[in-house]
């Protein structure tokens, strides 16, 4: 798999669980959602710059 294909894959996995935990947990609640949303993309900034970054 090329590394565009990796990185397209990964942000459509971000996006896939941001949309899931607000759908789930965060329905009516706008600043605990933009919250938990910050705290994913940094979660999955930190995974991918931690492990999945290429040289």
Do not use: K
């Not at 397209?8 to 669980?17: K, N, Q």
């Not at 706008?30 to 705290?39: A, D, K, M, P, Q």
């Amino acid at each position: 798999m090329g590394r565009q294909a990796a990185v397209a894959l990964y942000v459509v996995a971000m996006a896939a669980v941001i949309v899931g935990v607000d759908f789930v947990f965060f329905r009516h609640r706008v600043w605990e959602r933009l919250i938990v949303n910050i705290g994913i993309v940094l979660v999955f900034a930190a995974f991918y710059l931690r492990f999945l970054r290429f040289p």
